[in-house]
C-alpha cells in the first residue's frame, strides 16, 4: 500500500493517511433551498474519487456527505415557492440526488439529513451548555467563543474580522458579539419546529455538521473537506463546538477551491448560477467531470463556455484514442512510425507516475498528464497495453466509459433524451429546445411520433 498524502489546511502541512484504520471522509453537502449548481457538484466530485482512488489502493474507506435541510435559506425559499419548508426540503433533495447521480460516481457511503439527527444536536448542544461552553438566552443558545482558547486556528482570523454570518443570533441575547447560534428558538413565519430543554426551536447550521460527523464516523475521523468558503465560520466553529465538548473531531482538514464564474466566487445570492442540471444537459457527465478536475482541487476554477468547450473537445479526444486503438487489438506499426517514434514511455511506468499523483495531495492535473502524455506516445508508435493503461487510469477518473466511444456517446444522447422528456412533461419548452440543440451539436436528430421520441443519427 503506498503512502498518501494530503494537505492540511490547518497545519499547511501534508499529512499521511494512515492505512491502519477506516478512513473516515466527511463532507459538507450542500443546503438545498434550490438546485445544486456546478460549484456545489466540485466537493461532490472531488471526494467521491478521492474516496475510489484511497479504495483502489486497498484503503478501507467510509464517505459521508451531509445535507443541510435546516436553514434560515430554506424557509425564506419555501415562502417564495409557496410551499411548506419541509416540503420543499425534500423536494430539493431529491433534485440533489437526482442530479448527482446523473455524474455516474456512485452515492456516498452514508448521506445524513440534518432534520433526522435531532436528537444527536441537541445532546451536543447540551453538554456544551454543561461544561460552561454554551448558554441559554431568550430561547436561544449560544457558544462562548471565547470560552475555547484555540478559536481561530483553522482561520487564522482577528477577532475584529470574525464575523458570524447568518449564525450570528440576536446581538440583544448574546454576552459578547463573537457568539454564535447552536439553537433558535421558533420565530413566528418558520412553519417547522424541535423540541429541547430550551424550548421550541430549531438548530443552528454550524452544529448540525459537528454532530452529523460524530453520529457517523465516530468522535475523531481521519479527514473533513468542504469549500474554501466554509472554513470560517463554518468549520472553525465546527472545530469550536466539538472540541470544547470533548471530541477530537478531524485530523485533517481538505478545502476545494471555488468553481468562478467572471471572477467572482459562484454563489447562488450573486446570480452567476449554472445548475449541475443544465451543464450535463448541455455537455454531458464525461465533459462535466472532465472540467471539474481540470486544475488542482485547492486552486479556484474558471468556469464558462469556453473552459466547458475545451473539456467537451478533451473528451472527445479521449474517444478518438480509444477508436484508433481499440482496446485488446494490437495494431501494426508502420515503417514511417518506427523512424519517427519516440522512446516511449512503458504503460506501466506512466500508470506508477498516475497514482503516485493522485497518492500526493490528490493532483488530479499531474494525474491527466500521464494520461495525454501516454496518449501522445501510442499515437506516435504502437505500444503495447497503452489503451488498456488508458482506461485504467480513466476508471479512477470517472471516466472510463470514454473506452467504448459509440456507446459513450450514445449513453450521454439517450440521457438528454430522457431530460428533455421529462423537461416537455413539465412544458419547460424552453429547456427542452436547449437540449434537441445540444443533441444536434453532438450528431444527433430528434424524431417525436405517437411512439415517443427516438434518437436518429445525422446524416
Not at 60 to 73: A, E, M, Q, S
Not at 184 to 209: F, I, L, M
Amino acid at each position: 500500500m503506498r503512502e498518501v498524502r494530503i494537505k492540511d489546511s490547518l497545519t499547511g502541512r501534508l499529512q499521511t493517511i494512515d492505512p491502519a484504520e477506516e478512513v473516515g471522509i466527511y463532507v459538507c453537502g450542500p443546503t438545498v433551498y434550490s438546485r445544486i449548481h456546478i460549484g456545489n457538484a466540485r466537493p461532490f466530485v472531488v471526494f467521491s474519487l478521492l474516496a475510489r482512488f484511497l479504495r483502489s489502493e486497498g484503503f478501507g474507506v467510509r464517505l459521508v456527505v451531509n445535507v443541510t435541510d435546516i436553514n434560515d435559506k430554506i424557509y425564506v425559499a419555501a415562502q417564495d415557492a409557496g410551499e411548506p419548508s419541509a416540503q420543499f426540503a425534500a423536494r430539493m433533495t431529491r433534485a440533489y440526488f437526482e442530479d448527482t447521480d446523473r455524474l455516474d460516481l456512485g452515492r456516498p457511503d452514508a448521506e445524513p439529513l440534518a432534520g433526522e439527527t435531532i436528537g444527536a444536536i441537541v445532546a451536543l448542544i447540551a453538554a456544551l451548555v454543561e461544561s460552561g461552553h454554551a448558554y441559554e438566552s431568550g430561547g436561544d443558545v449560544y457558544f462562548r467563543v471565547r470560552s475555547f482558547a484555540a478559536y481561530g486556528k483553522l482561520s487564522n482570523r482577528k477577532p475584529q474580522d470574525m464575523d458570524q454570518g447568518e449564525e450570528a443570533g440576536s446581538a440583544s441575547l448574546k454576552e459578547d458579539p463573537l457568539d454564535f447560534a447552536l439553537w433558535k428558538a421558533h420565530k413566528v413565519g418558520e412553519d417547522t419546529t424541535w423540541d429541547s430543554p430550551w424550548g421550541a426551536g430549531r438548530p443552528g447550521w454550524h452544529v448540525e455538521c459537528s454532530a452529523m460527523a460524530e453520529a457517523e464516523l465516530g468522535p475523531s475521523f481521519a479527514i473533513h473537506g468542504g469549500g474554501s468558503d466554509l472554513l470560517f465560520p463554518h468549520h472553525e466553529n465546527e472545530i469550536a463546538q466539538s472540541e470544547a465538548a470533548g471530541r477530537p473531531f478531524a485530523r485533517t482538514w481538505m478545502h476545494n477551491g471555488m468553481v468562478e464564474a467572471d471572477a467572482a466566487k459562484m454563489s447562488k445570492s450573486l446570480g452567476n448560477i449554472f445548475q449541475l442540471s443544465a451543464a450535463l444537459d448541455r455537455y454531458g457527465r464525461e465533459a462535466v467531470l472532465a472540467f471539474l478536475i481540470s486544475g488542482h482541487y485547492r486552486q479556484p476554477l474558471a468556469f464558462g463556455p469556453q473552459e466547458m468547450d475545451q473539456a467537451v473537445a478533451r473528451v472527445e479526444g479521449l474517444r478518438n484514442f480509444f477508436r484508433d486503438h481499440p482496446l485488446g487489438v494490437a495494431g501494426e506499426v508502420s515503417p514511417e512510425q518506427r523512424r519517427e517514434g519516440l522512446a516511449a514511455t512503458p504503460p506501466a511506468t506512466r500508470l506508477e507516475a498516475f497514482r503516485q499523483a493522485l497518492a500526493e495531495d490528490f493532483n488530479t492535473p499531474r494525474a491527466l498528464a500521464q494520461i495525454f502524455a501516454l496518449i501522445s506516445e501510442a499515437n506516435r508508435e504502437e505500444i503495447v497495453g497503452a489503451p488498456e493503461a488508458v482506461r485504467e487510469m480513466l476508471e479512477l477518473l470517472g471516466l472510463g466509459s470514454v473506452a467504448d466511444p459509440e456507446e459513450s456517446a450514445g449513453s450521454d444522447a439517450e440521457a438528454l433524451l430522457a431530460e428533455r422528456e421529462k423537461a416537455r412533461a413539465a412544458r419547460d419548452f424552453e429547456r427542452a429546445d436547449a437540449i434537441r440543440a445540444r443533441l444536434a451539436e453532438i450528431g444527433w436528430d430528434v424524431r417525436d411520433s405517437a411512439d415517443g421520441a427516438r434518437l436518429v443519427p445525422r446524416g
